[in-house]
């Protein structure tokens, strides 16, 4: 489950990455709030979570949870598919979770040889 996270994770790295760049020129030329600014935050830190699901999910999750809240407040600064983003971290932070005590178990069983 935790190289599924990483994949999704970096594939929507790209795509927000993409959506947010194009949004943040639009704010540039027209005058906006500053939703594609925090939407390049956003996945940066998708990346960075991304980045620690293989090894450490736990970090992972903290990560992801983050990167909802943020997209959350993008969301309401009239860039409003970052809701949908916000969902995605969230969604991947409970992927995250659950394969922590699996790392866990197979941590316990490589001890044990």
Known sequence: ????????????????????CFVATGEALLGGLGGGA??????LLFGIAAAFALGKPAV????FILASL??????????????????????????????IPNAKSKLKNVARK
């Open 38 to 43: 925090i939407g390049l935050l956003v996945a």
């Open 60 to 63: 992972s999750v903290v990560i």
């Open 70 to 99: 943020l997209a959350f407040m993008a969301g309401s600064t009239g860039f409003s598919d970052m809701k949908v983003w916000g969902v995605f971290a969230l969604v991947l932070a409970l992927l995250s979770f659950f394969s």
């Open 1 to 20: 489950m935790r190289v599924a996270v990483l994949v999704i994770g970096l594939i929507l790295l790209l795509a927000i990455g993409l959506q947010s």
